[in-house]
C-alpha cells in the first residue's frame, strides 16, 4: 500500500499556468551572491595576482566547473550511459564535479599563463556562502531531485515528498556549511601559509560528501563506491601533503 504524503515538497510557484522549483531560483541568486561576495573580500586583500590573470582563472574555473559538474553527474547514474545524449548530459550537475572540475581548470589555466601563486583562499567564504543559497533550492525540491536521503528512523528524518521518513541530507550540508563558516572566519587572523585555506576547505568540504553518500540512494561506480566517493578519494590523494602537513601540526 502507498503512502500519501502531506508533506509541503516540493516546493514550487505558479507562472503562467506552469507550475516551477524554486531550485532555479536559488541556483541563479547562488552565483550572483558568491560573485559579489567575491568582488567584496577581494577589495580587503593585496592580491599579488594580476586583474587580468584572475579574469583568465575564473574562465579556467567557470569552464572547468561546467564540465566537470556534468561528467561527474552523469557517472552518478552509470546504468544511462548507453543512451548518454545532450539533453541528458546538459540537465546533469552536481557541485562536487564543479570544484573536481573547477580545480583542473584553474590549475591548468595558471601553467598556461604562468602564475605559479596559490590563487584559491579569496574564493572559500563565497563558495561556501553559495552552496548554502543553493542548497536551500535543491531541498526544497524533495524528492523531485536526487539528492534526498535514504529512509530514517532519526529524529531528523523528514517526508520530503513520498510519504517516507528520509535523511534530509540537503539540510544536513547547510548546517555543516555554516559551521565551515564560523571555522573559516575564526581561521582568517590566523597565520596560514597562501593557499592553504582553499586546501583546507576542500579536504573537509569533500570529507563530508564522501561521508554523506552513504546517506542517499547511490548507484555503486566501481568497487560499490559511487563517482562522489572516488572524486572525494581524488581531492585526498591530490592534497595528501597537505593533510599529512595539517595532521602532524596538529599532533605537536
Not at 128 to 138: P, T
Not at 230 to 238: E, G, Q, R, T, V
Request: aromatic share 18%.
Amino acid at each position: 500500500m502507498l503512502l500519501k504524503s502531506v508533506s509541503p515538497f516540493p516546493f514550487q510557484f505558479g507562472l503562467f499556468g506552469n507550475q516551477y522549483h524554486y531550485h532555479y531560483i536559488f541556483e541563479t541568486l547562488a552565483f550572483i551572491v558568491g560573485v559579489r561576495l567575491y568582488y567584496y573580500y577581494k577589495k580587503g586583500i593585496v592580491d599579488p595576482i594580476s586583474d587580468e590573470n584572475r579574469l583568465w582563472i575564473m574562465l579556467g574555473a567557470m569552464l572547468g566547473a561546467l564540465i566537470g559538474s556534468r561528467v561527474i553527474a552523469v557517472l552518478e547514474t552509470p546504468q544511462v550511459l548507453h543512451q548518454l545524449n545532450f539533453s541528458i548530459l546538459y540537465q546533469s550537475k552536481t557541485i562536487v564535479g564543479g570544484l573536481l572540475g573547477g580545480l583542473f581548470g584553474v590549475e591548468l589555466i595558471k601553467k598556461i599563463i604562468g602564475v605559479k601563486i596559490a590563487s584559491g583562499d579569496v574564493y572559500v567564504i563565497p563558495i561556501l556562502v553559495a552552496l548554502i543559497i543553493g542548497r536551500i533550492g535543491c531541498f526544497s525540491m524533495g524528492t523531485d531531485e536526487p539528492t534526498y536521503g535514504i529512509p530514517t528512523r532519526f529524529f531528523m528524518g523528514m517526508d520530503l515528498g513520498d510519504g517516507i521518513p528520509r535523511h534530509p541530507v540537503m539540510l544536513y550540508e547547510m548546517i555543516y556549511l555554516m559551521l565551515l563558516i564560523f571555522l573559516f572566519n575564526h581561521l582568517k587572523h590566523k597565520e596560514m601559509i597562501n593557499g592553504d585555506r582553499f586546501k583546507l576547505f576542500m579536504v573537509l568540504y569533500f570529507l563530508f560528501r564522501f561521508l554523506m553518500e552513504f546517506m542517499k540512494p547511490y548507484y555503486p561506480l566501481f568497487l560499490n563506491l559511487s563517482s562522489i566517493h572516488w572524486s572525494a578519494l581524488f581531492i585526498f590523494i591530490y592534497y595528501y601533503k597537505f593533510i599529512f602537513r595539517i595532521f602532524r601540526k596538529s599532533i605537536t
